[in-house]
Structures are given as C-alpha cells and as structure tokens.
C-alpha cells in the first residue's frame, strides 16, 4: 500500500495569516505518461462528508475560494491557505489515486490561533 | 452532478452482515467508479473499495475477504455488504464517486453504523 503521511497533526494559525500543510507518499504518484500527481486533498468539517479542494495536486476544484493552493510533485505535497478564515477551521486530509488500495493521510486538524 | 444518499441500518450485532444502500441520482453514468469509504468516529478515511463497469470490483485487501460491492443498476443505487462486524467496523459510512482512475468529487452524508449487542 502506498503509505500518506502528514504534517503537522495539529496547527494553529492566526486569522488572515497562511498555513501550510504537508503530505508525503512512501511510493511516487506521478504517471509518467501523463504528467500527472495522483493526489487530492479534501476538507472536513465536524458532521460533514469530506469536501474535494484540489485534484492533480494542484487544481482547484470549481467553487473553492483561490486562497487554497496545491503544489508538488512524485513524493511530496503541500496544501496553502494564503489567509486564513475562521470558515477554514476543519480537519484536511490527502489522498492518493494512483494506485489501489487508495490511501487517505491521517489527517491535519486546522484551528485559529 | 451526482447526488449519493447511503441508507441501512444503524446497529449491527457481532459476528452479523453490515448491509448499506447507496441511491445514486443526477448523473449515474455506468462508467463512474462507485465506491465505499468509512471513518471510525474521531478518526480518519479508510478506502473499502469500488464496482464499476458490468460489475467489476476492486477492494482493500484489508477488508477483502469480508466485503462485497454490488450494484443495481435499474435502482441506481450500488450497495455495500461486510460480514463478520466486529466493534472495529463501528463507522461513518460514506459512498462517493469518481471517474475510473479519477479524484473523489462527489460524496453522500455518510451513514453511522454502531457494531454492538
């Protein structure tokens, strides 16, 4: 299985300022013949289904305000919230979709400071 | 757009047969992957696995020799059996969709189902 591990567990930011979220995979996710990072992240909210953000690592998904960004490549991602919002407090997770099983990280709970 | 809305019952006894519903409605294109997903209360996602195409199947090997994904396709809906429950399989259920190959975009609420006697 393709192991997600994030960092940090937990992080605590101040309103308006930016945070950064990591995801690393134990396998690349990159598919050589198309170029693409079989990665996504998603948003959760207490009681909520998880929310897709962002897909092939780093596009937004239509209706997801732009201050949420995606970056990386093959092994190591980064979520961004260029400023937060007290809305943007929630629980995000990774996944990968290069290769079954799919693998979720364990999850990084996001609070204001 | 796809609207998922998983049904079946909240309590299951030890040792029975978890079986969910997932009713599928707007766009139930048989070239989507349908998929089951669980989160245990206050921890995180877990891929159970997904049917597509004429009934193909891929699972977690973790759960493999327990589950079964099948679907109804003049119901549109798709369904979830996992036998043998133990309190382990305590959960949010949730069904959720995607292109074959593709990101999770469309999901159900999620359905709680305790494992106990």
């Known amino acids: 299985d393709i192991v997600m591990t994030q960092s940090p567990d937990s992080l605590a930011v101040s309103l308006g300022e930016r945070a950064t979220i990591n995801c690393k995979s134990s396998q690349s996710v990159l598919y050589s013949s198309n170029n693409k990072n079989y990665l996504a992240w998603f948003q959760q909210k207490p009681g909520q289904p998880p929310k897709l953000l962002i897909y092939w690592a780093s596009t937004r998904e239509s209706g997801v305000p732009d201050r949420f960004s995606g970056s990386g490549s093959g092994t190591d991602f980064t979520l961004t919230i260029s400023s937060l919002q007290a809305e943007d407090v929630a629980v995000y997770y990774c996944q990968q979709y290069y290769r079954t099983p799919y693998t979720f990280g364990q999850g990084t709970k996001l609070e204001i400071k | ?117």
Do not use: H
Request: with cysteine; net charge positive.
């Open chain 2, 1 to 117: 757009q796809v609207q998922l809305q998983e049904s079946g019952p909240g309590l299951v006894k030890p040792s029975e047969t978890l079986s969910l519903t997932c009713a599928v409605s707007g766009d139930s294109s048989s070239s989507y992957y349908w998929s089951w997903i669980r989160q245990p209360p206050g921890k995180g996602l877990e891929w159970i696995g997904y049917i597509y195409y004429r009934g193909s199947t891929s699972y977690n090997p973790s759960l493999k020799s327990r589950v079964t994904i099948s679907v109804d396709t003049p119901k549109n809906q798709f369904s979830l059996k996992l036998t043998s429950v133990t309190a382990a399989d305590t959960a949010m259920y949730y069904c959720a969709t995607s292109w074959p190959g593709e990101y999770y975009r469309f999901w159900g609420q999620g359905t709680l189902v305790t494992v106990s006697s």
